[in-house]
């Protein structure tokens, strides 16, 4: 390890997770493009006391430093679930940002490494979170365009260094930005009526947040489960988790955004979760909910925007390819127009998902944002 650099492990506490996570918000002070965390969500995230992922994850977050001053940070994870599914001895790595040097870079991922090869792990993969719906994914185009909630933002110089450690793809996700349409298009309306009536289908009408936690709450998560069982390195989300995300996320929705589909026995068949979106809001509050970034995260959430995020669409697999897609969109883009979204953000879609992909052919749309998972052996000296 280069003299000049120390890493250390941080540890667990609250006071301590919130100093490395404001350090690295303040690395990309005066970026336009870049949208910080909430600190409180990032901080409950990186402690086993707070994150349910913890009950099959292990962790450990670690700082650069020189000349006492921090320099970069890094989380190394390891998905005991996801490698038993993939038959792999993955060491995950996130939450990771450096200065552009290579003496800080290289003492990072030797310390992540090294707590991953002591524990029996052989090859390094990321940026993935502990569980599929925290962030992933490293910026490698759209270094221009402003971010959002669910992504994360990088500088250019992070794959850069991530090739000079030899890292190689693992896997690619897109983005892509659409433009809200001022008339719903024919197509989808005829597509959603067939897939209504073939397979006796109905939205419910989402007025009452109390019905969408104790009547669908848990069903929408056992829908992702399903939906997304088959995607690169998918955690099946517990119980615990459930209920954690329920309680954190739910509450704070945007009822007219969300479009929740159901059968005649009111199986639920499809949900579209979406919001305005926070991107300016998480700026201005700098990640901080007090004392007034609240106001800006409430305001952004009432107040009109001119984008959406759609942040989680799920069709069961039966319905996959049979126009359920069209259903949810018809019923969202009438919101949308009354709210004055002119443009939604899809985020990430791993890069082979044709059926994602596919619902865009409605929409004018273009390719925005490219992202990527690194991976390279563990060597075992």
Known sequence: MPADVIVRRVPETRSALTRLVKWSIDL??????YVPPLISDEVNTLRA???????????ATFEALRDGATVGRITAIINRTANERM???????GFVDFIDDDAVVDALFAAAEKWGRERGMTAIVGPLGFTDLDHEGMLISGFDELGTMATIYNYPYYPKQMERLGMVKE????????DVPEVIPPKMVRIASIAEQKFGLHVVPTKSRKLLKERYGHKLFDL???AYDKLYGYTPLTTRLIDFYIREYLGILRLDNICVVVDSDDNLVAVGITMPSLSRALQRSRGRLFPFGWYHLLRALQAKVDRVDLMLVAVHPDYQSRG?????????????QRLGYRYAESNLELEDNENVQRQWQYFEHRLHRRRRAWRRPISQD
Request: proline share 4%.
């Open 28 to 33: 990309y002070r005066g970026n336009d493009c």
């Open 49 to 59: 006391a707070t994150n349910p992922a913890f009950d099959f994850c292990e962790a």
């Open 87 to 93: 038959g792999e001895n993955i060491l995950r790595f």
């Open 171 to 178: 896997t690619d996700w897109i983005e892509f930005l659409l």
């Open 224 to 226: 992702i489960n399903v």
């Open 324 to 336: 359920v897609n069209a259903l949810l969109f018809r019923e969202l883009i009438p919101a949308y």
